[in-house]
């Protein structure tokens, strides 16, 4: 029986979506057309977004191997070219003592400084290939949502210093309402180095550039259809051609077909989450909440929300997604979105979006 797919089909759709990253974005590279033919390669990459480009030019860089990239859009068209741009850490829902007593110190101490080393990773790509992509900051703010959330942050500061020595610097409501903003959903905040915010779709368009310069070879709508094994290789079959390889990295992260590999059905999804980007702020407004932090913010809700002000003024605002993916849904997203965002800045009230996605 055919298994169903758990969103709409939309969230499943190659297309790209109607982004502030693509509508800022130079158009996608020439060059990259689908696969038309029978090829082979020593490495096949399904997925062309941050993991399967890095896959490529790290191979290609490190081991003189020339990969083959598939993708099912155009290269960047899913989570790596829509996200809201932050490049952060810790990445975990499980406090740091949690993380000890269930892996142990060195475990915990090995995966927070692998966060570390990622965001360090980001920079010296983007330095090393001369990526322009739009850095912004020095660090990241998380932000307490409410007085009782302020404890919580002090102790993770407190816990990252002693676990990995990490750069934190914690803010009372007072001094972060002189650094970041006014909001009325702000009672004080954790600053993290390293960190900074980017373009993600002109960073991955870099990174895509760099592994081409290396010989990887990239190509953008093709979906793969199949895959099976045939003696010592691996078979993709897309619309236009097939590829041959006898390594094969699936890079898909969400957007994994249920049936493409077995091994991996029922285990990943995507993680719906929607953002509105407001016209570019008047100097007025953005005085009225003192929002002048160029870092990266999200704040302590589960279900958190996070912020950033563009390189022209805009607001970014993004949150928790619908759980069906019905782009009918989607739109009473949006208005959610836009009170809830003149509700935490109350001089942004009524300020216009102009993307959503």
């Known amino acids: 029986m055919p298994q169903r797919a758990l969103y709409h089909a939309s969230r499943y759709d ?28 020593e490495v096949a990459i399904v997925g062309g977004g941050f993991t399967g480009l890095s896959c490529a030019l790290h191979l290609a860089k490190e081991h003189g191997i020339q990969a083959t990239v598939l993708d099912a859009g155009h290269i960047g068209w899913g989570a790596s070219g829509r996200n809201g741009g932050f490049v952060c ?53 998380s932000v307490a949502h409410r007085p009782e959330a302020f404890a919580h942050e002090q102790e993770t500061g ?8 990490a750069d934190t610097t914690l803010l009372s409501k007072e001094e972060f309402a002189e650094v970041g903003h006014r909001g009325t959903e702000q009672f004080g905040a954790l600053l993290l180095k390293p960190g900074f915010g980017l373009h993600p779709l002109k960073f991955l368009s870099g990174l895509a ?23 010592d290789r691996h078979l993709l079959i897309t619309p236009q051609g097939t590829l041959r390889a006898r390594r094969l990295v699936l890079a898909t992260n969400g957007f994994l077909k249920e049936g493409l590999h077995p091994g991996l059905d029922a285990r990943v999804l995507p993680a719906l989450c929607n953002v509105v980007v407001t016209r570019p702020l008047t100097e007025a407004e953005r005085a009225a909440e003192n929002f002048v932090a160029e870092e990266p913010i999200s704040n302590t809700r589960p279900l958190l929300f996070y912020s950033r002000l563009l ?46 996605w």
């Open 158 to 165: 407190e816990a990252l210093r002693r676990l990995v020595g």
């Open 89 to 141: 850490w810790p990445a975990m829902k499980m406090g740091l003592a949690e993380l000890i007593s269930r892996w142990g110190e060195e475990e915990a101490r090995q995966f927070v400084l692998s966060q570390i080393e990622a965001v360090e990773l980001v920079d010296a790509l983007g330095r090393d290939e001369a990526i322009d992509y739009d850095r912004q900051g020095e660090g990241f703010y």
């Open 209 to 231: 550039a760099a592994a081409a310069r290396r010989g990887a070879t990239l190509h953008g709508h093709s979906a793969v259809t199949e895959i099976r094994k045939e003696g």
């Open 311 to 356: 390189p022209d003024k805009r607001l970014l605002f993004g949150a928790r997604g619908d759980t069906s993916g019905d782009p009918a849904v989607a739109a009473k997203m949006r208005v959610w979105l836009e009170r809830r965002l003149g509700e935490v800045w109350p001089a942004f009230t009524g300020a216009e979006t102009t993307h959503f």
């Open 14 to 41: 190659p297309a790209p979506v109607p982004s502030w990253w693509e509508a800022s974005a130079p158009p996608p590279q020439a060059g990259f057309g689908p696969l038309q033919g029978d090829r082979e390669a």
